[in-house]
Each structure stands twice: as C-alpha cells, then as structure tokens.
C-alpha cells in the first residue's frame, strides 16, 4: 500500500468555481501535512502546510486535516486558470523524509 | 538569499555515460537533500546529509549513484554508467533543523536528466 494516495485526475473545474483535492495517507504517526503546487516542466512550490485537525486558511486556499480518517484536502476557491498545474500531498513521519502521492492533475477553465 | 541553485538545470547523455550534477542550498541551511521525480510520480527521497555527513539513503540510491558534501556547503549527485531509467528530474532542497517536519521543503529548480 503506497503512503500517500491522490487521484490523479484530471480534475476540471470553470474559473471562479471551487477546486476540492483529496490526499489519504496509509501511517497513523503521519506528523506533518503539505501541498505543493507543481507547473509542467517546473519544480513543485510549497503552498500550504498543516499539523493539527482541522481547517486552515491561506488566501484563496484552505487545508482541511483529518487525522482519524487520515484524510488531508485542499480547497481552492475562486479557481483562475493560473492555478491549472498538478497538485502534489506530501506527509511527513519522524525523521527527515517526506512521502508524496503522485499528485492531482487540475485544469481551470476559462 | 537566492534559494536553492542547481545545475545544470537540462542533461542530456548516452547510455552508460557518468554525469554529475549540482546543488548549492541556501547559505544558513545545515541540512540537504536529494529526491528523484519520474513523469506522473510525485518526488522520491533519495538521501540526506547534515552538514558533511550522509545520514540517510534510500534503498533506490543503487551502487551507481553517489552524493556528497564536502565541506557542509554544495552537493554533487553523481550517476555512474547511466541507464535509460535514470531518466528523471533530480531535486535538492535545504533546511534548517528541525524545519523539515514543520516548514516543509524548499526545492530548487532541478536538474532533468535525459538518458538516450
């Protein structure tokens, strides 16, 4: 069973409507949650962390963390084409290593 | 502060041929790593160093692959008689302590490895 799991999509949303991206992770002692936001042929961008249950709110995005369900989201809201690119959930355990699901692909329609 | 640096950021190169690419993290940080992305995966951890010293590594780090860091400061990622499966966009990123599990990463722009 692979840590971290995404749908890989593509996921298709109209501009300005609400993007919703879904992550589960298989370990229990998972301590760290992040979602980086990667463009074609370019390295994945940090853009949002969590560590408690719950939402928090950056902007147009929220994570949302659920450590009984082990279940992390993002939400983007008011979606603009720019923000068409793949999706990636990293979870971190102890040490020094991060675990990335394969990412979601998204496009935002104009 | 200029953020992670890699180089070259494209290689092309012949089977079984060696490369070797660079990382330069950013200056304050202590710790460094390495991970390897293929098309549609998300990024693997391939090692770790703190300061100088290597102290973790995958076990997709086979005996042809290499990484260093003299003196603390740079890194080389080495891969030695390159396969066809080596191709892929090698990532570093920096850190400070504990940073990693609270901050996550910074990643640089990478190195895209062609194996023909």
């Known amino acids: 069973q692979k840590e971290v799991e995404q749908n890989s999509g593509p996921l298709s949303v109209p501009e300005g409507a609400i993007a919703s991206l879904n992550c589960t992770y298989s370990d229990r002692v998972s301590q760290s949650f992040f979602w980086y936001r990667q463009y074609s042929g370019k390295s994945p961008e940090l853009i949002m962390s969590i560590y408690s249950n719950g939402d928090k709110e950056d902007g147009r995005f929220t994570a949302q963390l659920n450590k009984a369900s082990q279940y992390v989201s993002l939400l983007i809201r008011d979606s603009q084409p720019s923000d068409s690119a793949t999706y990636l959930c990293a979870v971190g355990l102890t040490g020094n290593q991060f675990y990335f699901g394969t990412g979601t692909s998204l496009t935002v329609i104009p | 502060d200029t953020g992670v640096s890699q180089n070259p950021r494209h290689k092309i190169t012949k089977r079984g041929q060696n490369v070797t690419f660079r990382c330069d993290p950013i200056s304050e940080h202590n710790r460094l790593y390495w991970y390897r992305q293929t098309l549609g995966q998300g990024p693997e951890f391939l090692t770790y160093f703190q300061n100088e010293a290597q102290l973790e590594k995958s076990r997709l780090l086979s005996d042809r692959f290499s990484a260093e860091r003299p003196k603390g400061s740079f890194s080389t990622l080495e891969i030695q008689r390159t396969e066809q499966g080596d191709s892929a966009m090698y990532l570093c990123?920096?850190?400070?302590?504990?940073?990693?599990?609270?901050?996550?990463?910074?990643f640089g722009s990478g190195t895209r490895l062609t194996v023909v």
């Open positions: 990123a920096s850190s400070l302590p504990p940073r990693p599990l609270s901050y996550g990463y910074t």
